[in-house]
């Protein structure tokens, strides 16, 4: 009878912490590498050859609201995948590691499909007030994030050109 008991606080206390997981996710208590409602699009980066480099699979950022928060609060970001950020044309772009733990590689793209920019941004330390992050600035239309390293493993260089399909 105790042995029942037993099974009964534990598949109660599963399904508590599930319950708790699912409410978390869903209010946006708790980031996950890729939520399920936002756009994504799959970027392809090659070289003046036409040799493909690398293929990331981004979340797209294409609001004020998706662009301002950007991977802020993301644990982590796995290699071979990154963030998009969309604009609705070209201009001289400033991003900044806002609540960051991890090291990023930033790439700025021009309206044109080319790399203009790759800054090798560092996680700022806990609590860096908003004015006291370092400004990483380009030329461009979209702007892709990446794990920090990615650029130079997969010998992604200014200039190279990125084409981007869009995925339902």
Do not use: C
């Given at each position: ?36 409602d936002q756009k994504r699009a799959q970027v392809t ?110 010998n992604i260089t200014k ?10």
């Open positions: 009878m105790a042995s029942w008991r037993r099974i009964w606080i534990i598949v109660g206390g599963l399904l508590i912490v599930t319950a708790a997981v699912l409410v978390g996710v869903n209010l946006g208590l708790l980031s996950t590498p890729f939520s399920d980066i090659s070289n003046e050859d036409g040799t493909t480099l690398a293929t990331v699979e981004a979340r797209v950022a294409d609001t004020p609201t998706e662009r301002y928060r950007g991977l802020s609060d993301t644990e982590r970001l796995p290699n071979g995948t990154g963030m998009l950020f969309v604009f609705d044309r070209e201009g001289e772009r400033t991003f900044v590691m806002r609540d960051m733990d991890f090291p990023l590689d930033i790439i700025f793209i021009d309206a044109d499909g080319r790399i203009t920019q790759i800054h090798h941004a560092s996680a700022p330390p806990p609590n860096t007030n908003e004015g006291e992050l370092t400004p990483y600035r380009g030329q461009a239309k979209w702007v892709l994030e990446v794990p920090r390293g990615y650029t130079e493993q997969k200039g190279d050109l990125v084409e981007i399909t869009y995925r339902e």
